[in-house]
């Protein structure tokens, strides 16, 4: 294997869950969680961290942004931005990059059917190839456009599919880190005919089984009590775990 970089979330805990350093490029990985866990969070994070100056030991990167929800939250970045800047001038990094210049890297998609995912999917290699310094696709997420009842099931694993292998290709043979992030549904085990006594409801990814072969990493956040938690439940070479990890006013963080 070529060696990777890796994009820092900045949480220790969370690096360290993903093997020390962050998101490596060449991987897929897959962040699932309910709502306001901070999943989008986790996403404007890496496209600001994965613009840290390699004097800094950073990518020195771009990054994609699939908004499939609206709910980049340009104020918001520019807060985790400016936090990062200021972490970077106190360590006496220079060329810290301006806010400006910081938005710029970040590029930003909107789509608003699976028409338009699967399609903008299709032609991220060729965008790629127009902007190698593109270290990070970010999805918010994948299922959205997902989850309504499609009149072919076997359409929408077929496309499913589709895109998990152009993410993977995409990941490995441009070196880039892709992150996607996936919400929880609920899955409930019958017993006997009917709801009734004996059933059971847990939370599960979205977009059933097939699809959870299809990524490479998948981690899982939940509350822990009052403490946000982040567990891997999924590597081909990790070990499963589970860390904390708090989002505060300057983003994500220990
Ligand atoms: P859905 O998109 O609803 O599925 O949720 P999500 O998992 O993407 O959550 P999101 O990334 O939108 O995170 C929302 C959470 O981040 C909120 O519950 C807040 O606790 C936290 N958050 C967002 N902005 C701030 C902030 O400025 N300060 C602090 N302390 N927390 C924030």
Avoid at 98 to 117: A, D, G, K, N, Y
Avoid at 163 to 186: C, G, I, K, Y
């Amino acid at each position: 294997e070529r060696a990777r970089h890796a994009i820092t979330s900045s949480s220790h805990a969370f690096d360290g869950l993903m093997g020390g350093a962050g998101m490596r490029t060449g991987r897929v990985t897959e962040i699932c969680g309910p709502p306001g866990m901070g999943k989008t969070q986790f996403g404007m994070q890496f496209c600001v961290n994965v613009q840290i100056p390699s004097a800094a030991g950073g990518v020195d990167g771009e990054a994609v942004f699939i908004d499939t929800e609206g709910s980049f939250i340009v104020d918001r970045v520019v807060e985790i931005a400016s936090a990062t800047r200021e972490e970077l001038h106190s360590h006496q990094i220079q060329e810290v990059p301006t806010i400006e210049t910081m938005l710029s890297r970040i590029h930003f998609f909107r789509v608003h059917s699976h028409v338009e995912q699967v399609a903008l999917i299709n032609q991220l290699d060729e965008f790629l190839a127009s902007h190698p310094k593109i270290k990070l696709i970010v999805i918010d997420s994948i299922a959205f456009h997902f989850r309504q009842k499609f009149a072919d099931m076997g359409q929408r694993t077929r496309l499913l599919n589709g895109m998990a292998q152009r993410l993977r290709a995409l990941a490995e043979n441009r070196d880039v880190a892709v992150v996607m992030t996936n919400q929880m549904t609920t899955r409930i085990r019958r017993v006997g005919a009917g709801l009734g006594d004996g059933d059971s409801a847990t939370l599960v990814p979205a977009l059933g089984d097939s699809w959870g072969h299809a990524c490479t990493n998948r981690v899982i956040l939940s509350w822990q009590d009052d403490a946000r938690q982040a567990s891997l439940v999924k590597s081909p070479n990790l070990p499963e775990a589970t860390v904390l990890y708090a989002i505060t006013a300057d983003g994500v963080r220990d």
